[in-house]
């Protein structure tokens, strides 16, 4: 039992290259989310999904893409990397009857 | 919207001593909240939780009790260890459609030996 693995681990992109990030989960989770963690602000969220073929923006949800094809994995894409997208970014999932998030290890992304 | 307010730190303590970290919330409804800790180069692991008013939540000799009347959630450690040093961060649990967790910009703490 894996928990929640993220790939990559690191990754530096440089401005308007495109790049996915790779989440996923072996605990059948019904819910799984996308956040960035930048210092001083915490985590915020960039989208969230409730299950397999769906998705919706959560509170910083410029500039990236997500997709859920399949329940165990949530993909999160940029299109044209920016600077600003400098983040260590962070999957979560849980189950539909609990608040209990579980996160994965995070990626740390550079955008130069 | 609902929104959580905790202390921020940095803070630096020496092992044994007392910890206190203050988290307030603003939410309608009775939500669920959590603290959750951050160890260096990790992602964050789920630190205790309660789920409604005047419950405690307890582990690893950490306890927070919900305070519905101060709408508080502080999270107390009778003497740290240098192992607690991680960034703590206060949430709770959103209802407004995406069961999201709001959370609090988090606190750095080193324990020092």
């Known amino acids: 039992n894996a928990g929640v693995t993220q790939t990559p681990k690191f990754r530096v992109l440089k401005t308007g290259q495109s790049m996915t990030l790779l989440c996923a989960q072996d605990m059948n989770h019904e819910y799984m989310y996308w956040y960035r963690q930048d210092p001083g602000m915490g985590l915020r969220l960039i989208h969230y999904?409730?299950?397999?073929?769906?998705?919706a923006k959560g509170e910083v949800p410029d500039g990236y893409n997500v997709s859920r094809l399949k329940k165990q994995n949530f993909l999160l894409g940029l299109e044209s990397a920016a600077p600003s997208q400098t983040s260590v970014y962070f999957c979560?999932?849980?189950?539909?009857?609990?608040?209990?998030?579980?996160f994965g290890p995070g990626t740390r992304l550079t955008v130069t | 919207g609902n929104s959580v307010t905790q202390m921020e730190g940095p803070v630096t303590l020496s092992e044994e001593a007392f910890l206190t970290i203050n988290c307030t919330y603003t939410?309608?409804?009775?939500?669920?909240l959590f603290w959750y800790v951050q160890y260096p180069g990790e992602g964050l692991q789920l630190l205790l939780k309660?789920?409604?008013?005047?419950d405690k939540g307890s582990n690893k000799g950490f306890e927070a009790t919900y305070r519905k009347e101060t709408t508080s959630f502080h999270l107390e450690k009778g003497s740290v260890q240098v192992s607690d040093s991680a960034v703590y961060f206060c949430?709770?649990?959103?209802?407004?459609?995406?069961?999201?967790?709001?959370f609090g910009k988090g606190m750095k703490l080193t324990v020092n030996p």
């Open positions: 309660a789920t409604k008013a005047d």
């Open positions: 999904s409730v299950g397999e073929g769906t998705t």
């Open positions: 979560a999932s849980r189950l539909s009857q609990s608040y209990e998030q579980y």
């Open positions: 949430a709770l649990g959103d209802q407004g459609g995406s069961e999201k967790l709001v």
């Open positions: 939410a309608t409804g009775y939500p669920s």
